[in-house]
């Protein structure tokens, strides 16, 4: 399994500090960009990219909850992002962002918000290095899983599996120690966590707990090409 800490919950004032507390328990580091627009909520964007990417080494994915991302993903990719994942509902045939994604060197992942079916997907997750489950509506942290997600989970992993394909399968959104282990045997590998990281009174601890409790309720002892 791999632990995305969102950063979108850490304190914007001391972020290099915040990043580096959790960096030991981290495999991705998770970037919640969202431009008031797409969603509620106005966060950050490539400059903040650059710096993160000047005090880390950690994977930045980035979680694109913008309108219009194509228009940003050159900004991204020279601040040195890692992958930038696209919201399917902002495109049905994603296929040139995809390509986009890959000429500017980027990761690319594609996003299902709840409610939108895993059908909307299926057929590019085999052109995509992350797929995304949203166990919140986008736009905030902190907010209650929405235990249906699961089901859209267990769907992708199944495709994923079937197909045999190496793409991630990632969940966003109230993820806490008594949700990741839901989410881990529906089949999701990677889990972003803010609140329950950052807004714990020990975050590196609560890094750990989150880790430990995936791994003890996945039931698959490990994926492809993982130890
Ligand atoms: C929500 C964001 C999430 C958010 C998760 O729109 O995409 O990444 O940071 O926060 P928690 O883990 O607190 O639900
Ligand atoms: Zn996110």
Redesign the pocket.
């Known amino acids: 399994m791999r632990l995305a800490p ?1 950063i ?1 919950s850490a304190d914007f004032a001391h972020l290099g500090a915040e990043v580096a507390r959790v960096a030991s328990e981290a495999d991705l580091l ?1 970037v ?1 960009v969202m431009d008031g627009h797409f969603v509620p909520n106005l966060t950050i964007g490539p400059p903040v990219v650059a710096s993160l990417r000047r005090v880390t080494d950690l994977f930045l994915d980035c ?1 694109l ?1 913008c309108t219009d991302p194509i228009r940003l993903l050159p900004a991204f990719a020279a601040a040195g992002a890692d992958s930038c994942s696209v919201h399917v509902e902002i495109f049905p045939d994603p296929t040139d962002v995809i390509d986009m994604l890959r000429r500017e060197g980027l990761g690319a992942g594609l996003v299902l918000n709840p409610g939108t079916p895993f059908a909307a997907v299926q057929r590019y997750v085999e052109r995509v290095d992350l797929l ?1 489950v ?1 166990s919140v509506h ?1 736009g905030f942290g902190g907010q209650a899983f929405i235990p249906e997600s699961l089901a859209t989970v267990r769907e992708a992993r199944a495709h994923i599996d079937r197909e045999g394909l190496r793409t991630a399968l990632e969940i ?2 109230g993820i806490n120690a008594a949700t990741i282990g839901a989410a881990a045997e529906a089949g999701a590998d990677t889990f ?1 966590a ?1 609140s329950a990281i950052f807004h714990a009174p020990d975050p590196l601890a609560a890094a750990r707990a989150l880790r430990a409790a995936a791994a003890a309720a996945t039931p698959v002892a490990s994926l492809p090409g993982e130890a």
Request: glycine fraction near 16%.
């Open positions: 969102s979108l998770h919640d979680h909850m995304l949203m986008p966003d959104g972003v803010g």
